[in-house]
């Protein structure tokens, strides 16, 4: 072997090596890429199942929030009956309330006389 040809020889082995370097780092390149691509995928799939079950809960509480403002108003709607029902609805409210106090007193005082006799 002459010297030239070892010399194309070292030229090729190190062609080889830098070669062999270049595909490593594409290789590792690739590979990142795969595995963040697959944690992307994992993700995106998780995130979604997250979000459907966020927005089943949702659904939930606002079924039960409906069903408590409904309750809500039909106690306020009861409670409204009851006090038109007893004359408690109107701004004169406090006037009958203080004019059924004194036909309770009259009433009172006619009964202790009754009872007198």
Do not use: P
């Not at 795969?34 to 799939?45: I, M, P, V």
């Not at 309750?71 to 406090?94: F, H, P, W």
Request: no cysteine.
């Amino acid at each position: 072997m002459t010297n030239l040809d070892a010399i194309k020889s070292k030229v090729s082995d190190a062609e080889d090596f830098a070669r062999k370097i270049w595909l490593a780092g594409l290789g590792a390149y690739g590979k990142s890429f795969d595995e963040a691509q697959g944690q992307y995928e994992k993700l995106t799939t998780e995130a979604g199942k997250v979000f459907e079950e966020l927005v089943e809960k949702g659904e939930v509480l606002e079924t039960e929030a409906k069903a408590k403002i409904k309750a809500k108003t039909n106690v306020e709607e009861r409670v409204a009956e009851v006090r038109k029902k007893l004359g408690l609805d109107s701004s004169g409210s406090e006037d009958k309330v203080e004019e059924l106090s004194a036909k309770i007193d009259a009433l009172t005082d006619a009964v202790a006389k009754l009872a007198a006799k």
